[in-house]
Structure formats: structure tokens, C-alpha cells
């Protein structure tokens, strides 16, 4: 494997040298001005990763992942936005990364030519993340290209969605089958098969011929669900036109709709879990059986489960030196753990990583720590360094569309996820996404879920889990001690809310951690929360309904209880004391609070959440809402003059998001 592309050979065995590239149509393009190569079958992603950059950019002062979860859309010019992880690489593409602020001295121009001659070529898309909430992608609000109407809409093209799509078929049903990335057969191949089972390989093979044929099947690849109202779907999809990627926003009106959306892999809690150079190991393993992507020629592995060894035998087997398998669990039985002593791989029990942090600054390599994980973390043991750290998570079913249907939700405390709860008319569940282990499972709730749908009879799903005498239970996400002084944040999700274990815990008043800064949640971060304790087990359900089942940005509305304004003659004076303090000109305002707090009288404002000086206040609040509005009223110096306007309240230390509603005026 050649340090320079990142990529396993073609003949890489266990099918890791890139299922979906053709390596006899080697292709260029430019990204932010930079020559990007790769194959037919890259995408936009896949190609800039082998390609050697790995990170998106900084949130405050420090380096974040590129990743699927995380990456800047990139535009082709004329106001396109397009994802790069489900955007194909096409030869002679000019792309640049659009979304938040890039620093152009070194992304692109003479300086940025400059730098890559002296330095080499940069790592990274140079993006800055800060405090302010990342605007949701424009096919968001984007007008619709078509309307599809089918009796049946799948979303997921895993071997669950692919068995009800087989199902739909059988009974003589239309339906859309909605894939978000470019071929069929989801994560199958990552956990392999079990006893008897045919081969993942077999069971895609044999779903997707099921298909073959069938006119009353459309598939949508490189298509994303995004939102759902009643029985109809908003999608974007990415589709080539005259050689150029181009989105469209389809409208799939069905009367029945199947989520297979399947379940994420999530994120350890540790200092520089989102380093550059850590990656999920569900994702090395996409990269690698996709696309051949495996940066470096050193891995760590470090996992609650016994897939990740899979994973390291099979990259063992390519050239990769496998440094160690760190398991949290103590002891651990399973076929996957016999085979690594066989082959000599060093392993370790009861570790969790305790930071991770990059060797120098902008450059490839990782310094990785381990801590017991024994009745709480309490020892620190040698770091390691590495080129790449495999960090293996628990599972979260993703049901975000659950979710904006009107699904409800609550925490499975058997399995430490945020499950699904009750029924929906006309919406079904199925695979992962409806909690199941196995491929059994799956297979056969893709076509109880269609059945139901249609009012026939379906036999039960079974779900047979490895009894534990012969394969160790997973353990929940791993997490380390909590240290103040940790250098590197520790984020509780892999996505955009940017959200850090020391925000989520930094209030007293139950979920408000969570809520200083006005941004969606991923379901990762409900389960992070509650598994640190920043939010309860009984909370978590509703707290994801209020703060993930937004499509959109999240606003004055949603999870918000918004605060009425006081009639004219309830506007109470301020106390004499304040007059002057904050200028002739002082107004008096209407304010509501990011998690449904009311202020008591005395808290300062502030325009931003890092400054604390009291000379620097801007306001303060001095009196409540009438009863059953959070918030409270507050006097502001003359300047922030317009409703929505963001601003941040100290309460009890905690600096707490919060809106201007209404100016008031008092009675002349």
C-alpha cells in the first residue's frame, strides 16, 4: 500500500482493496485549487481523504476530523451545494468548500501554492467552527424538482430495506427504494455472518437479484430522507447531468413507508476523540471495502465489542501492523478474540483510551493514552503512538424520521440506546433502525414490516442473539474520566452540534447543559448526555423529540417554550439603582430562554457566551415573565434592537442562550 494514495491495493484480500472503484479509469479534479486523483467510483469524499486530507478544519483552536458524519459541502459554482460523501468524483471538477468561514492563505492562490511548496501539501479544508449553529444544507427549503407517488417508500438500502423492497414486490406493490450511498447492501459485510448463515456476500447478492427485473421497484442511490410529513418524504439526491453533479429535491408520496435507516456507530467519550486520525471502525471499514481508503501503515484498535477484531484481522491480513486491541471489557469470550491470540496480535483487556492528541501540529500521527476501565477509570497507563486509532462504539438506531413523523421514543436501559416506542399509522420499522441484532432479524422484519403495512399476517421476528457463554456481551460506549485539564475537547457526537462533554455537564439544572448553545442534536448526543449523567434515562426521549426531530435549524420555536410578551400595563418599571447603568437610551426587553428557564431578577446579559466581567454586561434582567412563560424582562443598553437577536445570560455561572422576543414600552 503506497503512503501517498492511502489506499489498499486492488487485490487487497477480505475484499478491502475498494468494491466500488475502477481502477482502469484513473480521474483528477480540484478542490479549493487542489489537484485531487482517483478512480471511477470515488467520491468526492473518498478521493480527498486517500489523497492525505483529514481534517475539515478547527472548532476554536482545535483540529477536527474530516469524516461522513462531518465534512463542508462543496459547490460546483451557480449557487450548487452538494454533499461530498455522496458526491461522485468526476474528472475536471472545480469544487470548493462552501459553509463556514475558510481561510484562504492556505486552501488555494499564490500563497496557498506557496505553503504546499514549503510545508507540503496541506492537510486540511481550513474551515473554522465557532459557537454559532451550522446552518442546515439549502436543500432543506428547496423548491421541489418532482413528485414520485408509489404505494410503498423504503428508506435504507441495507439487506432490511432490501428484503421489504423483495416483499413489496411479492405482493404486487409500487415502491421507492431510498439509498443514501451509491450501492446496495448497507453494513452487512462488517459484522459478517454467524452459525450458518450464507455469507453477507450470498444475502446481498440474492436480495438485490430478487429485484432484478422488477418494474414496479425504483431505486434512489446517493438519495437522502431528510424529512417526512404523514406518509410523504422530502429526498435529495445527487444525479450526474452532462457530467456534472447536480441535486435534486424529490417528493416521494406513498401511502405506506418502511424505515431501514439502520444504526450509527458512536463515538467513545475521550480528550481528542475527534483528533485527526480517529476514526469509527464501522467507517474503516466502509472506507477500506469501498473505496481501498486506509491512511498510514500502524493502527490501534480499540473497542466495547468483538466485531472491531474482525475488522483488524481482516487489515492484519492486508500489511497493516495491528499495534493492539484494547477491549473495555474484563474478560471476553469469542471467536474473533481466539483468532487474533492465534495470529500474535498483541490484546489488552479492561482499557479505555484516555486522550488522544496528534504528534505535531497539521501533521499525520497519534499519540493515543489507555486508562483502567474497572469501577470507574482510575489509572493511566503508557500512551502509544500510531498512525491511525480505531475507536469502536456502541450502537444507536437511527430514528430521527421515527422521530419527525411523530414517533416517540425512550431509553432502553438493556441495551443503552435510545430506542423506538408505539406505532405509527402507516409507518413501520424494521432491522436496526427498529432495534434487532442480527441478519435473521433483519431479513425477516423488512418483510413482517411490509406485511403488517398491508394488513396480512407475518410471522414473528425472531432475534437470536450468540448465548454469552460463547460470544461476550458488547459493553457500552467507553468513557473517560472527566479532567479539567484535558488540552482536547471530548465530543459527545460525531456530527455538526459540536457539542463537548464539559458543556453538557455544565450546568446543575438537569438537560440546560445541553442547551447553551440554540443548536439540533444528534441521537448520539441524547445517549452521550445521558450516559455522563448530563440528562436522565426517563428524559432522553423527550428531549430528543424537542431537539432532534427538527429538520431545520432550531429557532425561536420547537424545543423552546417561547415567552409571551407582557401586556402594556404589566410592564413593570426597573428599580431605581440601574438608571444609567447602561446608558440613557436603555430599552426594555422581552427575553426567552434556550432551555425553558425563567431568570431571576439580578442575572446579567452578555453578547457573547466566553465574557463574564460584570463591566462588560449589556443588560440585566430584573423581572419575570408572567406565570407560565420562561425568560423573564430584562433592561439592554441601546444597540441589539431586533427580535431573534441572540444573546447569553449568566445564571449560576452558566452563560445560557437566549433570544430577544419584544421590545416593551412603558405607558406615557
Known amino acids: 500500500m503506497s503512503a501517498l494514495s492511502n489506499r489498499f491495493p486492488a487485490d487487497a484480500p477480505h475484499g478491502l482493496g475498494g468494491a466500488e472503484l475502477d481502477r482502469d479509469k484513473p480521474l483528477q479534479f480540484r478542490l479549493n485549487g487542489r489537484v485531487i486523483t482517483g478512480f471511477a467510483g470515488d467520491t468526492v469524499l473518498s478521493a480527498t481523504l486517500a489523497n492525505g486530507i483529514q481534517i475539515a478544519g478547527r472548532h476554536r483552536d482545535e483540529a477536527l476530523a474530516l469524516d461522513e458524519s462531518f465534512a463542508p459541502l462543496v459547490s460546483t459554482g451557480k449557487g450548487i451545494a452538494l454533499p461530498m460523501e455522496r458526491t461522485p468524483a468526476l474528472p ?12 484562504p492563505i492556505v486552501s488555494s492562490g499564490l500563497l496557498g501554492a506557496l505553503r504546499n511548496r514549503l510545508l507540503g501539501p496541506a492537510r486540511t479544508l481550513n474551515h473554522r467552527y465557532g459557537n454559532e449553529p451550522m446552518a442546515s444544507p439549502p436543500w432543506h427549503s428547496a423548491a421541489l424538482d418532482e413528485t414520485i407517488e ?40 462488517y459484522f459478517g455472518a454467524i452459525d450458518a448463515e450464507a455469507t453477507p456476500e450470498v444475502t446481498v447478492e440474492r436480495l438485490v437479484t430478487g429485484l432484478a ?38 417528493a416521494i408520496a406513498a401511502r405506506h413507508i418502511v424505515l431501514a435507516t439502520g444504526a450509527s456507530e458512536r463515538l467513545p467519550l475521550f480528550p481528542g476523540n475527534r483528533t485527526p486520525g480517529v476514526v469509527g471502525a464501522l467507517t474503516a471499514f466502509l472506507r477500506a471495502e469501498r473505496f481501498g481508503v486506509w491512511p498510514g501503515r500502524r493502527a490501534l484498535f480499540t473497542t466495547p465489542n468483538s466485531f472491531a477484531y474482525r475488522l483488524a484481522l481482516h487489515v492484519a491480513d492486508a500489511g497493516i501492523e495491528v499495534q493492539r486491541i484494547v477491549d473495555s471489557r474484563l474478560s471476553t ?24 492528541e496528534p504528534l505535531q501540529r497539521n501533521q499525520p500521527g497519534l499519540r493515543v493514552g489507555f486508562a483502567v476501565a474497572i469501577d470507574g477509570i482510575a489509572q493511566d497507563s503508557s500512551a502509544m503512538e500510531t498512525d491511525q486509532l480505531v475507536a469502536a462504539g456502541a450502537w444507536q438506531p437511527d430514528i430521527l424520521l421515527w422521530l419527525r413523523a411523530g414517533g416517540r421514543a425512550a431509553w432502553d ?20 433502525a427498529a432495534g434487532y441484532h442480527t441478519t435473521a432479524a433483519a431479513l425477516s422484519s423488512g418483510k413482517a414490516a411490509v406485511l403488517g403495512l398491508l394488513g396480512k399476517m407475518a410471522p414473528p421476528v425472531v432475534d437470536a442473539i450468540i448465548e454469552e457463554a460463547f460470544e461476550t456481551p458488547d459493553a457500552r460506549t467507553p468513557i473517560a474520566p472527566f479532567r479539567s485539564s484535558a488540552r482536547s475537547g471530548t465530543y459527545l457526537d460525531r456530527g455538526s452540534s459540536l457539542i463537548t462533554r464539559r458543556a453538557a455537564a455544565a450546568s446543575r439544572y438537569g438537560i440546560s447543559g445541553l442547551a447553551t448553545r440554540a443548536v439540533q442534536l444528534g441521537l448520539a448526543d441524547i445517549a452521550a448526555a445521558v450516559d ?73 446579559v452578555f453578547e457573547n457566551s466566553e465574557t463574564s466581567d460584570p463591566l462588560k454586561a449589556i443588560g440585566v434582567t430584573f423581572a419575570p415573565h408572567r406565570a407560565g412563560a420562561n425568560g423573564g424582562i430584562a433592561l439592554l443598553r441601546s444597540g441589539p434592537d431586533a427580535a431573534g437577536t441572540e444573546l447569553y445570560v449568566r445564571d449560576a455561572g452558566t452563560a445560557v442562550a437566549a433570544r430577544l422576543v419584544e421590545r416593551l414600552k412603558l405607558r406615557s
Open 532 to 604: 455522563i449523567g448530563a440528562i436522565t434515562a426517563r428524559d432522553a426521549g423527550s428531549v430528543a423529540a424537542e431537539r432532534c426531530a427538527l429538520s431545520g435549524e432550531i429557532r425561536d420555536v420547537g424545543w423552546r417554550v417561547p415567552a409571551q410578551p407582557a401586556p402594556d400595563q404589566e410592564v413593570p418599571l426597573p428599580p431605581a439603582y440601574l438608571a444609567g447603568r447602561f446608558g440613557d437610551k436603555a430599552q426594555i426587553w422581552t427575553i426567552t430562554a434556550a432551555d425553558a428557564r425563567s431568570f431571576e431578577p439580578g442575572c446579567l
Open 150 to 189: 408509489t404505494d410503498i417508500a423504503i428508506v435504507g438500502g441495507g439487506v432490511a430495506g432490501l428484503s421489504a423492497a423483495v416483499a413489496a414486490a411479492g405482493a404486487g406493490k409500487n415502491c421507492v427504494l431510498i439509498e443514501r450511498h451509491q450501492s446496495l447492501g448497507g453494513t452487512i459485510r
Open 333 to 356: 469470550t469469542s471467536r474473533f478474540v481466539d483468532f487474533a491470540k492465534a495470529t500474535g496480535i498483541t490484546l489488552a483487556s479492561a482499557l479505555a483510551p484516555s486522550h488522544a
Open 413 to 432: 436501559q438493556a441495551n443503552g440506546w435510545l430506542g423506538p416506542q408505539g406505532t405509527l399509522p402507516a409507518v413501520a420499522l424494521a432491522g436496526a
Open 92 to 103: 475536471g471538477l472545480e469544487l470548493v468548500t462552501i459553509g463556514s468561514r475558510r481561510d
Open 213 to 250: 427485473g422488477k418494474s414496479s421497484v425504483s431505486i434512489l442511490t446517493r438519495a437522502e430522507a431528510f424529512a417526512i410529513a404523514g406518509t410523504t418524504l422530502r429526498v435529495h439526491q445527487v444525479v450526474v447531468d452532462n457530467g456534472k453533479p447536480v441535486s435534486r429535491v424529490l
